[in-house]
């Protein structure tokens, strides 16, 4: 380590000049302004207070980084052939000649071959410590930000390498003098801190940036807002409606399968809306309500005159839904005429109405939905197996409502506002107790038979009153509360049929009697932590005949 003399400064000030009557002021062939301090400040400031600290801090450094950088090129221009510290004190002696700061030596070692430094200089009327302290008071951090940042532009300019200057002191802390530290950048285990105020990073490019993530937010949001008749956010409805999300996008034909009542209909609607052919007609037909001999002219539509009765033509389901999607629900219910007809509007692409000798090209979605296993019934041949494919490319299976807990209070409460208003009737809402029970059943009939019980509740329930458990389930020896227990996951199940179904595997396992009580024992013991009480307690029996108990076992062994 050794410390330093500046060399004689004139061969810099001597690069001065003042062209008053052209407006120009020169350092060497470097254009420069004679401006305000205060004029620098009131920029300072604002910059500060319109963008904050960290903004501002990072616009000053690199501001102070070029000019560094620039009076780097001139050091070495000037200096040239001079040894390298005096070449390198060019830097703090401009900095001074420009009135920024009194840069006094501590330390300098440096070596630009090798590519090592280690700088230390302490500053004394440091410009932007004072106009600092003059706007925002004492700071908590050092502030000559613009200086540092021409320290390390002038140095690594200088040394071809990044030199991260750190001001360690600063007189707007309160200190006498700053003090600043040079070392390359990875030399500091804490550069992190400092280099971004060196990148660029436009607000501009934030502001963009910003900007994406809102549209991109924007778009997440209107994609997760469901269609008004699709609730839900349980893990099973997301994984359907994302299936029917990705699928909305293409042409595929969709295979919706599920229990009875579990809204294949809706979804079928909310594919057709999320669809480009929103705009067009969704036209839904359920195979199992229609007559097996209409089937075929409900579809494909009919001509004057093609069978007893065809008295006028008419358009099928398919031409209906032109331009759009055809729903046809239970599918699994068709004839297998009609099953042939339809396998080959699917390959082909068009339809021939019923004693009609025209061709008619239909653009159509086709939406399925069955709730039998229809691979069974190909297997039994009431179904054709290459209608199955053609149907199968991209199965969705809705889950039933018993899969699906967390979305019945969603649902009920939605349900609740449109019975409201299709009866004219306000209700105070749902007991917790009422909700239990609805979370527990079993949901045979899906949600379908949820609506069907919401809607009777909210008739049976007086004016502004609480729905409660009696007004949703008709039966109520069915959930009387003597044969209902609540289970762990807070569900209401039959406690005789618990017991029913836990003695019914007890017995095949072949447990005997006596290693149950002993396996019963010992399992109590153990979940209460050894605590004899707790066990009593968690089998329902006292202290003593737990004791008792246990003994006996002892003695038996
Ligand atoms: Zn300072």
Redesign the pocket.
Known sequence: MSTIQYPQDSDLRSLVRFCAEKGLIWLDESRMILMHAAALSALRKELIESLGIDQARRILTRMGYASGARDAELAKKVRNGKCTKDVFSAGPQLHMLEGSVLVTPVTLDMDVKAGTFYGEFL?DN?Y??EVHVREFGHAEH???WM?IGYASGYTSAFMGRFILFK?VA???TGNNQ?RIVGKPVDEWPDAAQHTPYYEADSILSQMLELRGQVDALRATLERTQQPPNLIGSSAGFRHAYDLIDKAAATQVTVLLLGETGVGKERFARALHDMSRRAAGPFVAVNCAALPHDLIESELFGVEKGAFTGAHASRAGKFERAEGGTLFLDEVGELPLAAQAKLLRVLQEGEIERLGDERVRKINVRLVAATNVDLQAAVKAGRFRSDLYYRLNVYPVRIPPLRDRIADIQPMVEAMLLRFSALHDKRIAGITDKALRALRGYPWPGNIRELENIIERGMILTPQNEWIEIEHLFAEPQDFGSAQQIVDDSGNLADADCAIENLCTRIVEAGIGLDDLEEALLQHAVKESGGNLSGAARLLRITRPQLNYRLKKKESAT
């Open positions: 500053w440091s932007e410590a050092p502030v000559c200086q001001e600063c007189a707007a700053c």
